[in-house]
């Protein structure tokens, strides 16, 4: 995902110099949150033990893992469905490895946010994304997402540590993080969605000629 297309680094007061970490991490609803889409399968934990930051996330769409990868993956428009990208693309690709670079920026309450990283990532297709940062605004980066899927839809299910270049209030700090997690899973389910919604037209349009 923005893998979890995810990415945040920094958050910046408006007017000011002071940076707070946000977390690196693929892209909803959380539970105290009311979307549609069914929010009680969308769940972000976050924890700060010293110096890092660990984001356990899950969340459940009513697609297939296929269907699911297919966005996922798709780093070359993934600025069309996460709103906080300003651009996303493949560096390099070798066979099940992949490096990505994404920016972008994002405002949340009195903050707003800038990032950027370069990642490689490690692909199982329609089983796991394995992603370690190569260069960014964080000492570390490592995340691995699974996907499981079943007769009516696939979990997807994540967990990423980091350590950010300065502190972190562990409060303030888990409570942004996890805001901003939950805003990321809700937009890159919401066009899981939106793309099997569009391919089961296609195919009845198909079906009726």
């Known amino acids: ?9 920094f958050a910046t007061p408006h007017g000011g110099s002071t940076r707070i970490f946000l977390c690196l991490l693929l892209c909803g609803s959380c539970l105290t949150q009311a979307h549609a889409g069914s929010p009680q399968d969308i769940e972000v934990h976050v924890s700060i033990n ?7 996330s899950k969340f459940r769409v009513a697609a297939t893992p296929q269907e699911a990868w297919a966005v996922m993956m798709d780093f070359e428009h993934m600025t069309d469905f996460i709103s906080s990208l300003e651009s996303s693309k493949v560096l390099w690709r070798s ?9 972008g920026k994002a405002a949340h309450g009195l903050f707003s946010f800038s990032f950027e990283a370069v990642r490689e990532l490690q692909l199982t297709p329609f089983e796991t994304i394995e ?3 190569l260069s960014g605004n ?6 691995i997402t699974h996907l499981s899927g079943d007769t009516t839809g696939t979990w997807i299910v994540s ?5 950010p270049d300065i502190w972190l209030p562990p409060f303030i700090g888990a409570s942004i993080i996890k805001g901003d997690v939950c805003d990321q899973l809700q937009e890159m389910r919401n066009e899981i969605m ?5 391919a089961t037209e296609r195919e009845s349009t198909v079906v009726r000629k």
């Open 131 to 133: 992603s370690h940062l």
């Open 159 to 163: 967990h990423a540590e980091s350590i």
């Open 1 to 9: 995902m923005p893998i979890l297309s995810a990415n945040r680094f």
């Open 50 to 56: 010293d110096e890092t930051v660990i984001v356990d």
């Open 95 to 103: 066979g099940s490895k992949v490096h990505i670079e994404q920016k």
């Open 138 to 143: 964080l000492k570390k980066f490592d995340a």
């Open 194 to 198: 939106r793309r099997k919604q569009v």
